[in-house]
């Protein structure tokens, strides 16, 4: 009940194009899912992040869609660039005690081909 | 700029030997993770404070041990040291409760031969 599953595992995509990752979570009680950016020899940075009470949100070219009842939600990079090249996470937490930890997905990997 | 700081981007230590990795954060968070990354597990949690001298094990705490005697420090602490502990390790801060961004740091890559 605490896994993330996160696919593809890696991605190949045309500038220009639209880059979609799945994630998919089992615990309802999770409340917070955000998405983080990593890009090599650098630590996850966070990109964009949604609370269940939202169907969508967007910021620039980077959108998150939540789906409640199904328990998934997917980052879609709109106008991909080689500079989105990077490794993303998808992760979920919960008001669990007083912790915040977070529960990450395994990672998928994008190239953008210019 | 909340900014988390490892002490070292690069480790290369030997098998049976005690790691100390380090890492400290600006932004008087009361909460603290050390994560380990390896290709295709993702992020796994070793362990994480919410505390001053509080702990608790995450996913993956064998072989590890922590310390937090400051609100701003916590040290990842590897016993004896196995190849098998060879992988990148990631630290990370948080506000206290959930529902909260984790900022990372650059992470430590730790070779163990």
């Known amino acids: 009940q605490q896994q993330v599953k996160q696919s593809p595992q890696s991605l190949i995509v045309q500038k220009g194009g639209i880059s979609i990752i799945n994630c998919a979570y089992e615990n309802t009680a999770f409340d917070y899912f955000p998405w983080y950016q990593q890009f090599p020899g650098k630590g996850p940075a966070l990109l964009i992040a949604?609370?269940?009470?939202?169907s969508e949100k967007k910021e620039g070219r980077f959108t998150i869609s939540f789906n409640k009842s199904a328990k998934q939600f997917s980052l879609h990079i709109m106008d991909s660039q080689p500079g989105d090249s990077a490794t993303y996470f998808c992760?979920?937490?919960?008001?669990?005690?007083?912790?915040?930890?977070?529960?990450f997905g395994q990672g998928t990997t994008l190239q953008v081909k210019p | 700029d909340v900014k988390v700081t490892q002490s070292s981007r690069y480790l290369v230590k030997r098998t049976g030997e005690k790691v100390f990795l380090e890492c400290v954060q600006d932004?008087?968070?009361?909460?603290m993770f050390w994560y380990r990354q390896d290709p295709g597990l993702g992020l796994r949690l070793i362990y994480f404070?919410?505390?001053?001298?509080?702990?608790e094990k995450g996913d993956i705490p064998e072989g590890y041990s922590v310390s937090r005697e400051k609100k701003e420090r916590f040290s990842l602490i590897l016993e004896s040291a196995s190849t098998n502990q060879t992988s990148m390790y990631l630290c990370a801060s948080s506000l206290l409760g959930g529902s909260r961004p984790a900022f990372f740091g650059q992470g430590t890559r730790l070779t163990v031969v």
């Open positions: 932004m008087d968070h009361e909460n």
């Open positions: 949604i609370r269940p009470d939202v």
């Open positions: 404070s919410y505390d001053v001298k509080m702990k």
């Open positions: 992760a979920a937490s919960r008001r669990e005690g007083n912790t915040g930890k977070l529960i």
